[in-house]
């Protein structure tokens, strides 16, 4: 009975010894050292919705527990796509309260200037004298304009169309569904039907040679175009949700001389 006691005793004394080490051991940790500064992450990404209210937030840490609140400073690295004040802006304090060791802001990305292909933010950490800042300074944010997508809200086109480092005269189309698909649709030409005539300069090609065709909307908002002719050899390009803006780039084999054809597809309403 005695030895069960003796042992009962050790480990009571022991767990004791153990905490208050621990206990002290993290209070000195945190005190007993210079403040270095640093982001925890190191990339992030936000998707900017009409009508939503676009925020991100970005955590900064610390190695020591400040005595008073520290200040700290994020600036915009001037090879960033996305500019502050114009894509985003910081929307709260950037400092440390005293006692804590993490510190978070807030970016709000604004709608009417992101872009569907994106911009990056490229975010650099800084602090005043007395204060370091670790290797983990950077932080890239990339913002990307999201608008879901349910369907065309109209199908009647106007097209422009660029060749030969020039405008080629433009035409308006209407898109018609392909029965029993989705997001399919034909259309009578693909770079107008007075396109050849202007290529050649020779009136006698008017309304010949139209390059007719179905479109193709891919679920990654990529477009292919069909050619229903031999020498109409296709051609792909890309979509917007946003604006429903088609783009596409032609080739063809009509011509002994090989070029491309850049049509731009944009809602008439």
Avoid at 28 to 48: C, Q
Avoid at 99 to 107: D, E, M, N, R
Avoid at 140 to 158: A, E, I, M, Q, R
Avoid at 170 to 188: M, R
């Amino acid at each position: 009975m005695k030895t069960i006691y003796k042992i009962l005793s050790l480990v009571f004394v022991l767990g004791i010894c153990v905490s208050c080490d621990r206990d002290t051991g993290e209070t000195d940790y945190l005190n007993n050292r210079a403040s270095s500064l640093f982001f925890n992450g190191t990339k992030g990404t936000l998707f900017v919705e009409d009508g939503k209210a676009n925020t991100f937030t970005i955590v900064v840490g610390a190695t020591a527990l400040p005595e008073s609140n520290i200040p700290y400073t994020i600036t915009v690295d001037p090879s960033s796509t996305a500019l502050e004040g114009v894509d985003f802006d910081i929307t709260t304090n950037t400092e440390f309260v005293s006692g804590q060791i993490v510190s978070s802001f807030t970016i709000e990305a604004y709608f009417d200037s992101a872009i569907t292909d994106g911009k990056t933010a490229i975010l650099k950490l800084s602090a005043g004298e007395g204060t370091e800042v670790g290797t983990k300074d950077t932080f890239k944010l990339d913002l990307f304009k999201l608008c879901p997508f349910t369907g065309l809200n109209t199908t009647s086109y106007v097209a422009t169309v660029f060749a030969f480092d020039e405008e080629a005269p433009s035409y308006n189309i209407t898109l018609v569904p392909v029965a029993g698909t989705t997001n399919q649709w034909t259309v009578t030409t693909g770079w107008g039907t007075e396109f050849v005539a202007w290529a050649t300069g020779n009136p006698a090609y008017s309304g010949l040679y139209a390059y007719s065709g179905t479109i193709t909307l891919n679920e990654d908002f990529s477009v292919d175009f069909d050619g229903d002719s031999a020498w109409a050899t296709g051609g792909s390009g890309g979509f917007s949700p946003c604006t429903q803006v088609f783009t596409y780039t032609l080739n063809q084999a009509l011509f002994t001389t090989p070029f491309t054809t850049d049509v731009i597809l944009t809602p008439l309403n």
